[in-house]
């Protein structure tokens, strides 16, 4: 079982459609208690960073959310993965996670539009349990302005727009993908069955 967390800050249909379609079993939900006994954690996001942490504060959940990175898989979606994060400086530096050592900041690609929006060749760095299964040359769908910075050693995937961006990244039970695996079409399903399947 799968707990798609809910907290107001994210998309949750076309993720819980993926999940439909793949046979996964979840369920949507704020409870603590809900999240504790699922067997692994998505959290999702779209909007701001420091948005997310407060409505993440007021569901109540973040200590849910710290106590399941400690002993079960759990999966950072876009926002979701930023916010795994120590810190954050969209709109101001805010407090994340700090599941990931490292930091989000502004995209830096100048020529390019920002946001970062639309289809992405990502390139393995270090292979994890969510990569296995891929080809060499898989696209994944972006969208963001904001990027993570952070150790080489926690980087799986990488993509590059005007610089070199973490797409999938790892460390312990903790995974974050920048990309929209539920909008990735095979390759983005691939993601999400490994993420299903972990062994812990």
Known sequence: MIAVIDYGAGNLYSLCNSLR????????TASEEEIDRADRVILPGVGAFREAME???GAGVIPAIL????????????????ILFERGYEFGESAGLGLI???VRQLEAP?????????????????????Q??????????????????EERYISLYTEYGEKIPALVHS???YGAQFHPEKS???????????????V
């Open 172 to 174: 312990g039970y903790v």
């Open 21 to 28: 379609y793949l046979g996964i079993e979840y369920t949507v």
């Open 67 to 82: 106590h399941s990175a400690a002993r079960k898989p759990l999966l950072g979606i876009c926002l979701g993965m930023q």
């Open 133 to 150: 299964g891929m080809g060499e040359g898989e696209y994944f769908y972006f969208v963001h302005s904001f990027c993570a910075h952070t």
């Open 101 to 103: 050592p490292g930091t």
């Open 111 to 131: 020529g390019l539009k920002i946001p970062h929006m639309g289809w992405n060749e990502v390139k393995l760095q270090n292979p994890c349990a969510l990569t």
């Open 55 to 57: 409505k993440l504060e």
């Open 185 to 199: 079409a095979a390759a983005g399903l691939q993601i999400l069955k490994n993420f299903a399947e972990l062994k």
